[in-house]
């Protein structure tokens, strides 16, 4: 997750403005870290991700575990 963002120049703030639903700095911050979300926040972080870059990454992509 951390990758894509850096490749990007993205930072947490850029999801959080992409976001259409309510998606907080600390998830993207815990994302980044490798922590396990819920599923929720997973497909939260990952539609706010898809937005921002405009292309289209799956659940896979993003989490491995």
């Known amino acids: 997750m951390a990758a894509i963002l850096d490749k990007r ?3 947490g703030h850029d ?3 992409a976001s259409v639903v309510q998606l907080t700095h ?3 911050s815990r994302a ?3 922590r396990r979300l819920t ?3 997973q497909r939260k ?3 706010a991700l ?3 870059t405009g292309e289209s990454f799956t659940l896979r992509d993003l989490f491995n575990y």
């Open 39 to 41: 599923p929720n926040s």
């Open 26 to 28: 600390k998830t993207i």
């Open 15 to 17: 999801l959080v403005a």
């Open 9 to 11: 120049d993205l930072k």
């Open 32 to 34: 980044r870290k490798g």
């Open 45 to 47: 972080v990952l539609n």
């Open 50 to 52: 898809n937005r921002a």
